[in-house]
């Protein structure tokens, strides 16, 4: 099955009042217990690539070629989206390039005409080859590949001027951030949330820092109009959480433990626990 844009899989989830889970890849072992993960509970996917992990990976190009062919190889038949997570300018067009079938353009830190122009520009440039297009109004906060924002809350006004322009989904600034959440952390302000979705006139929304965010809170924004969740950080603490445990208890020094596939094997099996895991809690589960 060929990748596709998130649009119309956004689309049924918001009219489902569930949300689609955008799991970020980091190489091959990652990409593949999510595609598996998604297929074994028949639900649609986002794989988000981050231009550092994109880079990391080698490039865009190689990203799309190794997305596809795993796709193939592993017989996937949900629906797969591969998208570009916090693009800057020039990222989303060579992102665009290559093959992503889904574009996410952060233009937040600019000052709002110019993130208005340049998402404008963006969403007609990924429109015209049928890719799907998130946009960002209000940083997120904390820090994920260099992107630094202190987690302002959107203007729901700057949230509509750009929602018309047809962006497929819409990411707002409601208290979320990137990382771990603090213990003073106060919780995504619902008030916001509900106007955005309210002059946006029902646009499926994007919750970024998906990961620690308490499971109420999570149904209730969902039930608000937030139709994608960002998971990143919980993949990477249980893999990482593993990966310690396998060596710690000296795995690695029994057999042929040092082999790669064998050590990164627990990682890999917890990352999959993980994304089913959140898939059921998003709903997204039998909805492929």
């Known amino acids: 099955m060929a990748l596709v844009s998130a649009k119309e899989m956004l689309e049924k989830a918001h009219a489902g009042h569930y949300a689609v889970g955008q799991f970020n890849i980091n190489n091959l072992e990652w990409t593949k217990m999510i595609l598996l993960a998604s297929q074994e509970t028949n639900s649609p996917v986002i794989l988000g690539v981050s231009e550092g992990a994109g880079k990391y990976m080698t490039g865009y190009k190689t990203v799309t070629?190794?997305?596809?062919?795993?796709?193939?190889?592993?017989?996937?038949?949900?629906?797969?989206?591969?998208?570009?997570?916090?693009?800057?300018?020039?990222?989303?067009k060579a992102a665009l390039a290559a093959g992503f079938s889904s574009i996410m353009f952060d233009g937040s830190h600019y000052p709002f005409e110019e993130n208005l122009a340049k998402s404008k520009e963006i969403i007609e440039l990924c429109h015209a080859q049928g890719?799907?297009?998130?946009?960002?109004?209000?940083?997120?906060?904390?820090?994920?590949?260099g992107v630094v924002g202190n987690g302002e809350v959107a203007d729901p006004q700057e949230?509509?001027?750009?929602?018309?322009?047809?962006?497929?989904?819409?990411?707002?600034?409601?208290?979320?951030?990137?990382?771990?959440?603090?213990?003073?952390?106060?919780?995504?302000?619902?008030?916001?949330?509900?106007?955005?979705?309210?002059?946006?006139?029902?646009?499926?929304l994007v919750l970024h820092g998906g990961s620690g965010i308490p499971t109420d809170q999570i149904a209730k924004a969902i039930s608000l109009g937030v139709s994608?969740?960002?998971?990143?950080?919980?993949?990477?603490?249980?893999?990482?959480?593993?990966?310690?445990?396998?060596?710690?208890?000296?795995?690695?020094?029994?057999?042929?433990?040092y082999d790669p596939r064998k050590l990164l094997a627990p990682g890999?099996?917890?990352?999959?626990?993980?994304?089913i895991e959140k898939i059921k809690e998003f709903g997204s589960d039998n909805k492929a």
């Open 65 to 92: 070629a190794m997305v596809s062919a795993m796709i193939d190889d592993l017989g996937i038949t949900v629906p797969v989206a591969l998208h570009l997570d916090h693009g800057s300018y020039d990222g989303a």
């Open 131 to 145: 890719v799907s297009v998130e946009c960002e109004v209000g940083a997120i906060g904390g820090e994920e590949d």
């Open 159 to 204: 949230c509509k001027t750009i929602a018309d322009l047809g962006v497929d989904m819409l990411a707002a600034g409601i208290g979320n951030i990137h990382g771990k959440y603090p213990e003073n952390w106060t919780g995504l302000n619902f008030d916001v949330l509900a106007e955005i979705q309210d002059v946006t006139s029902g646009k499926p």
């Open 228 to 257: 994608k969740i960002n998971v990143n950080t919980e993949c990477q603490l249980v893999f990482a959480a593993a990966t310690r445990k396998f060596i710690e208890e000296g795995k690695d020094l029994q057999g042929k433990g």
């Open 268 to 275: 890999c099996d917890a990352i999959k626990a993980m994304v």
